[in-house]
């Protein structure tokens, strides 16, 4: 019996997170944020009001396809299309950059927010980047 908790009690460290036996998981692999970024030059406060007012559009836009919570700073902000394909975005919005930190794809996954790279494909998230730049960003 004490042997068998010596050998219990080693196996931990062995294959603990810092350990060499732990890339044999693969689940303590580092992973990206999503942080799609864009530099703009407007005032914070005008672009918070202006998502604030797009979201008030719950034919275009407006949290109609959110299913799950994300908790969110107080400088962040969740905006959303409600047009296909239906996807929200939390936003961080500072005075000279624009972050892309999680998105909602339900036809990616409709269960949670996608907050790592990995989660999503260049595709997808190439669309998004585009997507938020051309129907938000360039009609500003």
């Not at 406060?45 to 797009?54: F, G, H």
């Not at 500072?94 to 260049?122: F, G």
């Amino acid at each position: 019996m004490k042997f068998f908790s010596a050998i219990l009690l080693l196996a931990f460290p062995i294959s603990g997170c810092n350990s060499c036996l732990s890339k044999l998981y693969g689940v303590h692999e580092k992973q990206t944020p999503i942080n799609v970024t864009f530099e703009h030059n407007l005032s914070s406060s005008l672009l918070n009001r202006y998502i604030d007012s797009l979201n008030q559009n719950e034919k275009r836009y407006g949290a109609n396809c959110i299913p799950t919570q994300i908790s969110i700073d107080k400088n962040d902000k969740v905006f959303c299309f409600s047009v296909s394909p239906c996807e929200c975005y939390l936003l961080s919005i500072n005075e000279n950059k624009v972050i892309i930190q999680a998105v909602y794809i339900p036809h990616v996954n409709s269960e949670a927010w996608l907050t790592k790279r990995e989660q999503v494909n260049d595709t997808v998230l190439h669309r998004v980047e585009l997507r938020f730049r051309n129907e938000i960003l360039n009609k500003l």
